[in-house]
């Protein structure tokens, strides 16, 4: 929007605003004084009119004709005659009616209607004196009346309403020309102005283009006035010489920028193999929280290669570790593409965990089938380390769920984000029991308890680490059970809820028949074995199933 438009639409208002209340205020000042004038004439005249008729009556009383119809019709006669001589144009109209609304004195040329009477008769029942308008003879009337109860009339002074009122609306019309021709002058006049104010801004605008346009800061704008105007041209010619010095810093400052862009960008894709990127985010947005940890429930996974040991000595070392980076790689891609976070590599260890920096409903599910898919990629990566003859690589898996400390952990000189726990040692724990009771992942009863809708779990034992005294329901997890499978876990549920309510017999037995159906069911064997010794040598009452688990 221009500065010239801008102008007349804050001025324009203003001088229309005060042209339209002064026209009104004068408008109706003039139009009241008109109305009062014209109102007190009627009323003057009704009044003239009414003592006139009242001197016609005493003169009947004073000679006695009251009564007399040929006098009264005199006096009739002679207040019609006094009515017609004080009309003063040809539309007044003045005019008496008896108690039925019938005409009993006319001067004028309106004449009452049948369908007015009966509200004439209304007032004349009233006997209803004042002013206002009335519908007599087909049109609006302004009428002042009073009753006269000699002769039982209402008498009624009247003129046209429209003649009435009409010096109001010529008034009014007036006024409104009035307004309109102000308002048009005002327009040009302010135009005029609006164009004598701007076009010394136009002349420095079109300058600033062309210097924009040709980007030539040598340029300069012409002063041409001694005011504010010209001010803001000496300004701008001040700015282009500062912008000039500055151009070649900006130039030197935005190669620069660019420069440290790129090497941010190189230092972030560095770092993101080794820190999640959203911790990253997190320390560029809030460095001075970096080293500040939160409490959060999380899934923590750790998964280990079995025997490494023997593997690393019977390969080469640019083999060794050519496999690991194969056998890592194909681990994390399955991490990361559920959702997890590669804490560390401790060793031939993997530690990762679900639920920070971002968590999720389904983090402990997540975390469960990344242990799965974790022993389902593997089978691929022994295919091809078979292929090359070297070492196939066996894991364990396991996973914990439950409350531990996230965040960045360390010194400024060097820090990790990782989490810490009793939670985290616990799942570091089950992983290790993955070997004592030969089974590829081993979870929690918390994780158990978030997956069991979805996935089959089997109870595997009752443990508690080292130096705690509280057990914890351990469980083994698959994605779906062949027929067998259905079989041997059934079985397995009566005979564990039999071990742990002391029935060892029934247990035995039960763990015995599931032997037959797999000899290599390692649980069950593990179980008929504690049933048999508890069968020679029952435990003490206080005896709760829990098993403690020893150091990886």
């Known amino acids: 929007m221009s500065i010239r438009l801008k102008i007349i639409l804050v001025v324009l208002p203003l001088i229309i605003a005060a042209v339209v ?41 004073q000679n006695g004709f009251v009564g007399r119809p040929d006098m009264e ?41 049948p369908d007015e009477r009966a509200a004439l008769a209304g007032l004349a029942a009233k006997e209803a004196r004042g002013f206002g308008t009335l519908r007599i003879g087909g049109r609006d009337r302004v009428a002042a009346y009073f009753p006269f109860r000699p002769f039982g009339w209402l008498v009624f002074v009247t003129e046209d309403k429209a003649v009435f009122y009409g010096d109001v609306e010529s008034i009014l019309k007036t006024t409104l020309e009035f307004l309109v021709a102000v308002g048009a002058v005002s327009v040009l006049l302010l135009l005029a102005l609006a164009r004598f104010l701007t076009k010394p801004l136009e002349r420095v605008s079109a300058a600033m283009l062309r210097i924009i346009g040709s980007n030539d800061l040598s340029e300069r704008v012409s002063v041409e006035y001694k005011d504010e105007i010209g001010q803001l041209s000496h300004t701008f010619n001040l700015m282009l010489a500062e912008l000039g010095k500055a151009y070649e810093q900006i130039k030197r400052y935005a190669f620069d920028a660019v420069v ?74 399955v991490i990361m593409g559920r959702g997890g976070v590669v804490d560390k590599y401790i060793g ?77 040692n616990l799942a570091s724990r089950l992983e290790g029991a ?40 351990i469980f083994t997890p698959r994605r779906q059970l062949t ?51 508890f069968l020679k040598a029952p435990p003490p009452e206080d005896w709760n199933g829990v098993a403690v688990l020893t150091e990886k």
């Open 21 to 61: 209340l002064v026209g009104i205020s004068s408008y109706f000042v003039a139009a009241s004084a008109v109305t009062r004038i014209a109102t007190d004439f009627l009323t003057f005249k009704a009044s003239e009119l009414e003592k006139y008729a009242n001197s016609q009556f005493n003169l009947l009383a």
């Open 73 to 113: 019709a005199a006096a009739h006669a002679a207040v019609e005659s006094f009515a017609r001589s004080i009309l003063r144009s040809d539309t007044e109209t003045i005019l008496a009616v008896d108690a039925q609304g019938r005409t009993a004195m006319r001067a004028g040329p309106a004449e009452i209607a």
């Open 260 to 333: 440290a862009q790129k090497k941010e960008r190189k230092i972030r894709s560095i770092f993101e193999v080794y820190v999640p990127k959203e911790v990253i985010d997190q320390v560029f947005t809030n460095p001075e929280g970096m080293l500040v940890g939160d409490n959060r429930v999380l899934s923590v996974l750790f998964s280990d290669i079995r025997s490494f040991t023997s593997i690393s000595e019977n390969m080469q070392p640019d083999d060794l570790v050519a496999s690991l980076n194969r056998y890592f790689s194909t681990m994390v891609d």
């Open 348 to 424: 031939d260890a993997i530690m990762a965990f679900w639920g920070a920096p971002k968590k999720k409903d389904d983090d402990a599910l997540q975390s469960v089938t990344a242990g799965l898919e974790m022993t389902e990629g593997l089978h691929a990566f022994n295919e091809v380390q078979r292929a090359k003859g070297k070492p196939e690589f066996r894991i364990g898996v396991g996973i914990n769920y439950g409350l531990v400390t996230v965040g960045n952990i360390g010194c400024d000189k060097k820090m990790n984000y990782t989490v810490i726990g009793d939670m985290v």
């Open 434 to 473: 993955t070997k004592m009771y030969h089974q590829p992942v081993i979870i929690s009863e918390s994780v158990q308890y978030k997956v069991k809708d979805v996935l089959p779990c089997r109870h595997i034992d009752t443990v508690a680490v080292k130096g705690k005294k509280k057990g914890v329901k």
């Open 483 to 533: 027929p067998k499978e259905s079989e041997i876990w059934g079985i397995h549920a009566e005979a564990i809820d039999r071990y742990y309510r002391r029935d060892f017999k029934g247990a035995m037995e039960d763990f015995g028949r599931l032997l037959k159906i797999d000899p290599a069911d390692y649980p069950a064997s593990i179980f008929f074995e504690r049933s048999s010794a």
